[in-house]
């Protein structure tokens, strides 16, 4: 059947799915699937349904409604097994601060019953995935931020789970460390590992390979970042300078003019996106002396701010 | 340098906390409605005039006169009895923890009576339990007055007679002693989980860090954190004196701004040392180890609430005095019962006003102790 | 028996966690005895050290016999009341726990004339002391009497001869000590047991528990055994200190006792996990767990007896565990240990405890809704 050949290829497979808390609708009739060694990420504000999502494929939330396939397996036929292909960080800290590292990944290890010849040697391959430079002796509550969370990661992986869910595995992390645990994420795809991330950074969504909007329990858009960018900014967008000594009303003269559909603030620029080529290159032409204006790509940033203004 | 103490700033700090116990209703019912609840249940558990005590009793006899004892032990009201067949170990309902008390009538007990000759009867009581061993006992002479003027007609008349005036408790009521000491217990242990659990929270989970580094003053933080809930216990107070008043029916003799005074200072002093908990151990899991092992057995066992201090050997009595609580069960008492007067009660109040300052300055100096480098 | 690893593994980690603060350890291990010691030193139900005034007239031979003999007993000792000579002040004010009044014209010349009264002003905000005091004034006043007038002796044929088994003495510590371990130990292993539950919850360390594939049974289990094993280690110190230090006798068999103790941690931790699932987080486990030790302490029988309760209490303290386990403490150390009493109480503790552990399982969801 057409449909359990596609499930078959499917490391998530989420249809109609619905969680109500009482009379409020957190996951509103989602839909939507995951590819095997795919990097998927989510992305929405804070209570926009992507922990609650997270939970229910982790087998932690009964849903309301709809169906969902996680590893091929359906959880409401044994969240054992489920449990046992999928690795899970939450988004409150995971491991236990008053322990040391070793100790933590030996209790993680015990929870999943792995025999310690494996243990020892699936801990010293995260470790060194993670290159991983301090002492295991250490307490977590001594390490980094940065290091606390790929530990966390070394402690999902120990099981060897077919799909990662990282539920903002990056909150609260330098930039550095942020980006070396991305790169790591990148490895794991590469090994064939699903990984399904919630963030609220855009700029690390550049990493996934297809991209989930959700707000307010909906999914608003889902593609790969190329595709997003073309699709929600089809018209050009400029980059806005404003000139030193510019007189306070240009913005407003700029927005009466009809090749302008909208200029919005961007830190200390702003973003204008444009109607007509043509009668933007006069309109810049002629407003220069009050601004500089750059052709850009649209950031993600730029796409979900726009996608969810669209969607109210 | 840190600015001298500014009151506004120590004001704000209390408004938050109240804002923080008002939304957490479990906290503040807790407060209020669990030592009324205590007083209430407990008030009405203790009695410790013992009765319906199990007596096993063993006739040998079978005379009038052996039928007769026992009718006496049954109209003193104070016994529940039981005949048993003599045959096997007579303690067996004791320690079979079926009986209390056990009385052996021997076979010729009749006739030595009725020949007025020393007639003499065991009786066996189970010394393991405190509370009713000593009760009965105590009541044996009575009962053996009553036999003897009932089988022997012979009624020892004393020479002197004592006329006992039972002053501040003329019923002997065991309510009018133990629930104002109930009160003392319950709204200790009260106070002092209340701040050690609330401000270890805070050094647990980094809030407080975050108020050090701003410029108020410890002094301000703790005088901030304390009021609320010193206000809490002053409620629950009032709250428990309505119930020992009109529901037990406890007169109150004495003055009421002392018993306001004595209260005010029991609690400040509790939570000054639940505050000193939180400030020493910086987590929940021990500042509940802490204040539960401070505020619950010593209180109950060492504050004179039911065991008596002048009971103890020295060293203890003068280890007490480190007890708020012990000052605060003279008070409530005097309060109470004896309708004592300033002059009465001024140790007491002071020991207990001395206690809350010293507490609170040792935690003041250590929460110093740990913001500077 | 195969070790289940999880269950291992919770083993290790809750020990680690728990022994790790060299604070914790004191708590666990030195605590306890200090508290025992103290307790067991400190208690005395025996009243004495009872501040007697009395007010008669110096030429009043018997009287002036009566107080000094109440003097040389062990009971009393003079009041410091200054130069009071009003008798309600002297109570009153706390300086004299008893003042005895002698009849207007002495007490020497009243019996003369056949029948005299003595007023007795007794402080009794304190029932038992007051209680004690009377008893023990009689005792006086009808020695003294029985040697000045030996003739009125009337020797009453029926005679009591009372005893107190197991604890002929007495002894206060006795019966305290083994009732303050009691105490002790639930207090230590109820609130470890809650406390680690309620932990995992406020820090969300639970999430990931749930989210492996240890089952309710695991994490329950994995939960309760390691507290059970503490508690079993603190045991034998306590109980070393009651009976070398205190010189409780051990009459019955120490392995029954060791069984009991056994039951009776399960209980207490269970108890604790049931605790657990009514809470969010630690705040609430540390006054849900007062909740329950402060009725229990006091339902106990120990300060005062449970016949006495309304059937309401009464009901009430068949739930207490420390009623229990006192009842067996003091039948096997210091009756010997009656097969019926041991196999009721601690029967009662195993029903208790697995009801406990029942309803824990059902209230511990394996989802968050």
Same mark, same amino acid.
Request: hydrophobic share 50%; net charge positive; charged share 20%.
């Given at each position: 059947?057409?449909?359990?050949?596609?499930?078959?290829?499917?490391?998530?497979?989420?249809?109609?799915?619905?969680?109500?808390?009482?009379?409020?609708?957190?996951?509103?009739?989602?839909?939507?699937?995951?590819?095997?060694?795919?990097?998927?990420?989510?992305?929405?504000?804070?209570?926009?349904?992507?922990?609650?999502?997270?939970?229910?494929?982790?087998?932690?939330?009964?849903?309301?409604?709809?169906?969902?396939?996680?590893?091929?397996?359906?959880?409401?036929?044994?969240?054992?097994?489920?449990?046992?292909?999928?690795?899970?960080?939450?988004?409150?800290?995971?491991?236990?601060?008053?322990?040391?590292?070793?100790?933590?990944?030996?209790?993680?290890?015990?929870?999943?019953?792995?025999?310690?010849?494996?243990?020892?040697?699936?801990?010293?391959?995260?470790?060194?995935?993670?290159?991983?430079?301090?002492?295991?002796?250490?307490?977590?509550?001594?390490?980094?931020?940065?290091?606390?969370? =790929?530990?966390?990661?070394?402690? #999902? +992986?120990?099981? $060897?789970?077919? %799909?990662?869910? *990282? &539920?903002? !595995?990056?909150?609260?992390?330098?930039?550095?460390?942020?980006?070396?645990?991305?790169?790591?994420?990148?490895?794991?795809?590469?090994?064939?590992?699903?990984?399904?991330?919630?963030?609220?950074?855009?700029?690390?969504? =550049?990493?996934?390979?297809?991209? #989930? +909007?959700?707000? $307010?329990?909906? %999914?608003?858009? *889902? &593609?790969? !970042?190329?595709?997003?960018?073309?699709?929600?900014?089809?018209?050009?967008?400029?980059?806005?300078?404003?000139?030193?000594?510019?007189?306070?009303?240009?913005?407003?003269?700029?927005?009466?003019?009809?090749?302008?559909?909208?200029?919005?603030?961007?830190?200390?620029?702003?973003?204008?996106?444009?109607?007509?080529?043509?009668?933007?290159?006069?309109?810049?032409?002629?407003?220069?002396?009050?601004?500089?204006?750059?052709?850009?790509?649209?950031?993600?940033?730029?796409?979900?701010?726009?996608?969810?203004?669209?969607?109210? | 340098?840190?600015?001298?103490?500014?009151?506004?700033?120590?004001?704000?700090?209390?408004?938050?906390?109240?804002?923080?116990?008002?939304?957490?209703?479990?906290?503040?019912?807790?407060?209020?409605?669990?030592?009324?609840?205590?007083?209430?249940?407990?008030?009405?558990?203790?009695?410790?005039?013992?009765?319906?005590?199990?007596?096993?009793?063993?006739?040998?006899?079978?005379?009038?006169?052996?039928?007769?004892?026992?009718?006496?032990?049954?109209?003193?009201?104070?016994?529940?009895?039981?005949?048993?067949?003599?045959?096997?170990?007579?303690?067996?309902?004791?320690?079979?923890?079926?009986?209390?008390?056990?009385?052996?009538?021997?076979?010729?007990?009749?006739?030595?009576?009725?020949?007025?000759?020393?007639?003499?009867?065991?009786?066996?009581?189970?010394?393991?339990?405190?509370?009713?061993?000593?009760?009965?006992?105590?009541?044996?002479?009575?009962?053996?007055?009553?036999?003897?003027?009932?089988?022997?007609?012979?009624?020892?008349?004393?020479?002197?007679?004592?006329?006992?005036?039972?002053?501040?408790?003329?019923?002997?009521?065991?309510?009018?002693?133990?629930?104002?000491?109930?009160?003392?217990?319950?709204?200790?242990?009260?106070?002092?989980?209340?701040?050690?659990?609330?401000?270890?929270?805070?050094?647990?989970?980094?809030?407080?860090?975050?108020?050090?580094?701003?410029?108020?003053?410890?002094?301000?933080?703790?005088?901030?954190?304390?009021?609320?809930?010193?206000?809490?216990?002053?409620?629950?107070?009032?709250?428990?004196?309505?119930?020992?008043?009109?529901?037990?029916?406890?007169?109150?003799?004495?003055?009421?701004?002392?018993?306001?005074?004595?209260?005010?200072?029991?609690?400040?002093?509790?939570?000054?040392?639940?505050?000193?908990?939180?400030?020493?151990?910086?987590?929940?899991?021990?500042?509940?180890?802490?204040?539960?092992?401070?505020?619950?057995?010593?209180?109950?066992?060492?504050?004179?609430?039911?065991?008596?201090?002048?009971?103890?050997?020295?060293?203890?009595?003068?280890?007490?005095?480190?007890?708020?609580?012990?000052?605060?069960?003279?008070?409530?008492?005097?309060?109470?019962?004896?309708?004592?007067?300033?002059?009465?009660?001024?140790?007491?109040?002071?020991?207990?006003?001395?206690?809350?300052?010293?507490?609170?300055?040792?935690?003041?100096?250590?929460?110093?102790?740990?913001?500077?480098? | 028996?195969?070790?289940?690893?999880?269950?291992?593994?919770?083993?290790?980690?809750?020990?680690?966690?728990?022994?790790?603060?060299?604070?914790?350890?004191?708590?666990?291990?030195?605590?306890?005895?200090?508290?025992?010691?103290?307790?067991?030193?400190?208690?005395?139900?025996?009243?004495?050290?009872?501040?007697?005034?009395?007010?008669?007239?110096?030429?009043?031979?018997?009287?002036?016999?009566?107080?000094?003999?109440?003097?040389?007993?062990?009971?009393?000792?003079?009041?410091?009341?200054?130069?009071?000579?009003?008798?309600?002040?002297?109570?009153?004010?706390?300086?004299?726990?008893?003042?005895?009044?002698?009849?207007?014209?002495?007490?020497?010349?009243?019996?003369?004339?056949?029948?005299?009264?003595?007023?007795?002003?007794?402080?009794?905000?304190?029932?038992?002391?007051?209680?004690?005091?009377?008893?023990?004034?009689?005792?006086?006043?009808?020695?003294?009497?029985?040697?000045?007038?030996?003739?009125?002796?009337?020797?009453?044929?029926?005679?009591?001869?009372?005893?107190?088994?197991?604890?002929?003495?007495?002894?206060?510590?006795?019966?305290?000590?083994?009732?303050?371990?009691?105490?002790?130990?639930?207090?230590?292993?109820?609130?470890?047991?809650?406390?680690?539950?309620?932990?995992?919850?406020?820090?969300?360390?639970?999430?990931?528990?749930?989210?492996?594939?240890?089952?309710?049974?695991?994490?329950?289990?994995?939960?309760?055994?390691?507290?059970?094993?503490?508690?079993?280690?603190?045991?034998?110190?306590?109980?070393?200190?009651?009976?070398?230090?205190?010189?409780?006798?051990?009459?019955?068999?120490?392995?029954?006792?060791?069984?009991?103790?056994?039951?009776?941690?399960?209980?207490?931790?269970?108890?604790?996990?049931?605790?657990?699932?009514?809470?969010?987080?630690?705040?609430?486990?540390?006054?849900?767990?007062?909740?329950?030790?402060?009725?229990?302490?006091?339902?106990?029988?120990?300060?005062?007896?449970?016949?006495?309760?309304?059937?309401?209490?009464?009901?009430?303290?068949?739930?207490?565990?420390?009623?229990?386990?006192?009842?067996?403490?003091?039948?096997?150390?210091?009756?010997?240990?009656?097969?019926?009493?041991?196999?009721?109480?601690?029967?009662?503790?195993?029903?208790?405890?697995?009801?406990?552990?029942?309803?824990?399982?059902?209230?511990?969801?394996?989802?968050?809704?």
């Amino acid at each position: 059947m057409n449909k359990n050949d596609k499930e078959q290829n499917t490391s998530v497979w989420v249809k109609n799915l619905t969680v109500k808390f009482g009379s409020f609708t957190a996951v509103d009739h989602i839909s939507f699937h995951v590819n095997s060694g795919e990097i998927f990420g989510f992305l929405g504000a804070n209570g926009a349904g992507k922990t609650t999502t997270i939970r229910v494929l982790c087998g932690l939330l009964e849903p309301t409604s709809g169906e969902v396939r996680v590893a091929g397996l359906d959880p409401k036929k044994g969240l054992e097994a489920v449990k046992a292909r999928v690795g899970y960080m939450s988004q409150k800290f995971t491991l236990y601060p008053d322990m040391t590292v070793d100790e933590n990944l030996e209790f993680a290890a015990a929870l999943h019953k792995i025999p310690s010849e494996v243990h020892k040697r699936r801990r010293a391959e995260g470790l060194e995935i993670i290159a991983f430079k301090a002492k295991t002796r250490q307490l977590v509550s001594e390490l980094s931020g940065g290091t606390k969370q =790929e530990v966390a990661l070394v402690a #999902a +992986l120990l099981h $060897d789970p077919e %799909i990662l869910f *990282l &539920d903002e !595995p990056t909150a609260g992390v330098s930039p550095v460390s942020r980006s070396r645990f991305w790169s790591i994420i990148r490895g794991l795809s590469h090994r064939g590992k699903t990984v399904f991330v919630t963030t609220h950074y855009m700029d690390e969504a =550049e990493n996934c390979g297809r991209i #989930a +909007l959700m707000r $307010d329990g909906r %999914i608003v858009a *889902l &593609d790969n !970042p190329a595709n997003l960018k073309k699709d929600t900014f089809p018209e050009p967008l400029y980059e806005l300078t404003p000139r030193p000594g510019v007189k306070s009303d240009w913005l407003k003269n700029l927005r009466k003019d009809k090749a302008v559909l909208s200029v919005k603030p961007y830190g200390m620029r702003y973003h204008a996106i444009v109607s007509n080529a043509r009668r933007w290159r006069e309109l810049s032409r002629r407003m220069a002396g009050d601004f500089k204006a750059r052709p850009i790509q649209p950031s993600l940033e730029d796409v979900f701010i726009r996608v969810v203004e669209g969607a109210k | 340098m840190k600015d001298p103490v500014n009151l506004n700033r120590a004001y704000a700090i209390a408004f938050k906390e109240v804002r923080h116990i008002w939304r957490d209703p479990f906290t503040l019912g807790l407060a209020l409605g669990l030592p009324l609840l205590m007083v209430l249940f407990f008030g009405l558990a203790m009695d410790f005039n013992v009765h319906d005590i199990h007596l096993t009793s063993y006739d040998s006899d079978h005379s009038r006169s052996s039928r007769q004892l026992l009718e006496t032990f049954e109209s003193s009201g104070y016994f529940l009895l039981r005949q048993e067949p003599l045959i096997g170990n007579i303690t067996e309902p004791l320690d079979a923890n079926q009986a209390k008390a056990v009385l052996v009538i021997p076979p010729h007990f009749g006739r030595y009576v009725v020949s007025r000759m020393d007639s003499p009867v065991q009786v066996l009581i189970d010394g393991t339990d405190n509370s009713t061993a000593g009760v009965i006992g105590g009541y044996m002479e009575g009962i053996q007055s009553a036999a003897n003027s009932r089988l022997a007609n012979v009624s020892v008349s004393p020479v002197v007679t004592l006329k006992p005036r039972y002053l501040f408790n003329p019923e002997l009521n065991s309510r009018w002693f133990t629930v104002p000491g109930l009160a003392a217990v319950v709204l200790a242990i009260i106070s002092i989980l209340l701040t050690a659990m609330t401000v270890a929270r805070e050094w647990e989970n980094g809030s407080m860090e975050l108020l050090l580094s701003t410029p108020v003053h410890p002094v301000e933080i703790i005088l901030g954190k304390l009021a609320p809930y010193v206000v809490l216990g002053l409620s629950a107070q009032a709250l428990i004196y309505f119930l020992a008043r009109f529901y037990f029916g406890i007169p109150f003799m004495g003055s009421h701004v002392l018993f306001i005074l004595g209260t005010f200072l029991f609690v400040a002093a509790y939570m000054a040392l639940g505050l000193l908990v939180s400030v020493t151990t910086r987590q929940q899991i021990l500042a509940m180890q802490f204040s539960m092992m401070i505020g619950m057995l010593p209180n109950i066992l060492l504050s004179g609430f039911i065991f008596p201090i002048e009971n103890m050997p020295a060293f203890f009595q003068y280890l007490t005095m480190l007890f708020p609580a012990r000052w605060f069960v003279l008070v409530i008492r005097g309060c109470f019962l004896r309708g004592s007067d300033l002059a009465q009660l001024a140790v007491p109040l002071l020991a207990m006003l001395f206690m809350a300052t010293l507490f609170v300055t040792v935690a003041v100096r250590r929460f110093k102790k740990d913001v500077e480098p | 028996m195969k070790m289940n690893t999880t269950v291992m593994g919770f083993f290790k980690k809750e020990l680690v966690q728990t022994l790790r603060d060299p604070r914790m350890r004191i708590m666990l291990f030195v605590m306890p005895i200090i508290q025992m010691t103290l307790f067991g030193i400190a208690i005395s139900t025996e009243t004495r050290n009872i501040k007697l005034a009395a007010v008669y007239k110096p030429n009043d031979f018997l009287m002036r016999r009566i107080v000094e003999r109440c003097y040389s007993s062990q009971w009393f000792i003079p009041a410091k009341i200054g130069d009071m000579n009003d008798a309600f002040r002297m109570v009153q004010s706390g300086k004299a726990d008893v003042v005895l009044i002698a009849p207007e014209k002495g007490l020497t010349r009243a019996v003369g004339r056949g029948g005299a009264d003595v007023q007795l002003l007794i402080d009794s905000s304190n029932i038992t002391k007051a209680e004690a005091v009377e008893s023990y004034t009689q005792a006086i006043l009808t020695q003294v009497l029985g040697e000045a007038f030996p003739e009125k002796n009337q020797n009453p044929p029926v005679r009591f001869v009372v005893r107190y088994l197991y604890n002929p003495e007495m002894v206060t510590s006795v019966f305290m000590v083994p009732s303050v371990l009691c105490m002790i130990l639930l207090m230590v292993t109820l609130i470890l047991s809650s406390s680690s539950m309620a932990r995992e919850k406020e820090s969300g360390t639970l999430e990931t528990l749930l989210s492996s594939p240890a089952t309710t049974t695991e994490i329950l289990l994995g939960k309760s055994l390691p507290y059970v094993a503490l508690g079993m280690a603190e045991f034998p110190l306590v109980i070393a200190v009651a009976v070398y230090g205190f010189g409780v006798p051990m009459r019955g068999s120490f392995w029954v006792l060791l069984f009991c103790a056994l039951i009776f941690m399960c209980n207490a931790v269970a108890l604790g996990i049931l605790l657990s699932t009514f809470v969010k987080n630690l705040q609430q486990s540390a006054m849900a767990g007062f909740l329950f030790i402060f009725p229990a302490i006091q339902l106990s029988g120990v300060l005062y007896p449970v016949e006495n309760m309304p059937w309401l209490l009464k009901y009430c303290a068949y739930l207490d565990p420390i009623m229990y386990f006192v009842n067996l403490l003091r039948n096997i150390m210091l009756k010997g240990g009656n097969l019926q009493v041991v196999v009721v109480n601690a029967g009662a503790l195993v029903v208790m405890a697995f009801f406990a552990i029942g309803i824990a399982s059902r209230r511990f969801h394996q989802t968050l809704n």
